[in-house]
């Protein structure tokens, strides 16, 4: 932490501040770049273009088990790498193109409502902080905080963790 006049600096600007010295320094825009784009038209291609696939019915159950999956990976992409970042007004400088994309949220199966409440005001109004931060309490079956209740299977959730924090967004719709 940064001491200024004896007074401890806000850690949040100080970390803004520094995002933006970082953008600015290096001539960068903050918000979504060609690449960005060209993951938002393959990740909503993909997802949409296994789905059709899925619905032509042209396929062996094997192969439309391997779509689904592909399709799933897809809509994980959407989430994580156009809703995020659109919800949180990140994407674009252009309000309407945030709300737009932001509905992609719904496409995946989550609410885009919900999930500003969950995650840009109470997650990083109180990141990690046990009771308050949601993110901590996704599944029984994962430990995340130490001052979680501490279960015996916790001691193999390294094992597991990835295979129970891919299924937790079915919380969501439970």
Request: net charge neutral; proline share 5%.
């Amino acid at each position: 932490m940064i001491f200024a006049a004896g007074e401890p600096a806000d850690f949040g600007d100080d970390v803004k501040r520094r995002v933006a010295e970082y953008f600015e320094s290096r001539h960068l825009s903050p918000k979504a770049n060609a690449s960005m784009v060209i993951k938002t038209i393959v990740m909503l291609g993909v997802t949409f273009g296994a789905y059709g696939m899925i619905l032509s019915n042209q396929f062996t159950p094997l192969q439309m088990l391997g779509l689904a999956v592909v399709m799933g990976v897809g809509t994980a992409g959407i989430g994580f790498g156009i809703s995020h970042d659109a919800l949180h007004g990140a994407y674009s400088s252009r309000p309407w193109l945030n709300r737009v994309l932001g509905f992609s949220f719904e496409l995946a199966g989550a609410s885009g409502y919900m999930w500003k409440i969950t995650h840009n005001v109470i997650h990083h109004t109180y990141p990690n902080v046990h009771g308050l931060d949601e993110d901590l309490e996704v599944s029984p079956l994962l430990r995340l905080s130490p001052q979680a209740k501490l279960r015996p299977i916790h001691r193999f959730q390294h094992l597991y963790a990835a295979a129970a924090y891919s299924l937790s967004t079915l919380n969501w719709v439970s």
